[in-house]
């Protein structure tokens, strides 16, 4: 079983991005930290370039808002890595 965490900054406090290290082919239960996060919400999906699409909160991941830290943890579940994941 594989866990592994990612910390990612927003820039403006919003919108947030990364890019799965190469060679990975599957995000299943990674957990990414988003710092600076200060949107009133869960994202509601998340996009990734190539064929990933869309991904739906509570299907593709599962992410939790921590307001007092300012921080969004985003879990993965079982899916393929095909590009560059992006919050807008």
């Known amino acids: 079983m594989r866990v592994a965490a990612?910390?990612?900054t927003s820039v403006d406090g919003a919108h947030f991005g990364f890019t799965p290290a190469a060679?990975?082919?599957n995000l299943s239960q990674?957990?990414?930290v988003v710092e600076n996060f200060t949107g009133s919400a869960i994202p509601a999906s998340l996009a990734m370039e190539g064929a990933g699409g869309t991904l739906t909160s509570g299907t593709d991941y599962f992410a939790?808002?921590?307001r007092s830290t300012n921080e969004l943890w985003i879990t993965?579940?079982?899916v393929a890595a095909?590009?560059?994941i992006?919050?807008?």
């Open 6 to 8: 990612l910390r990612v």
């Open 76 to 78: 993965f579940g079982d």
């Open 82 to 84: 095909t590009g560059t």
């Open 64 to 66: 939790s808002l921590r």
């Open 23 to 25: 060679g990975v082919s």
């Open 30 to 32: 990674l957990t990414v």
């Open 86 to 88: 992006t919050a807008s």
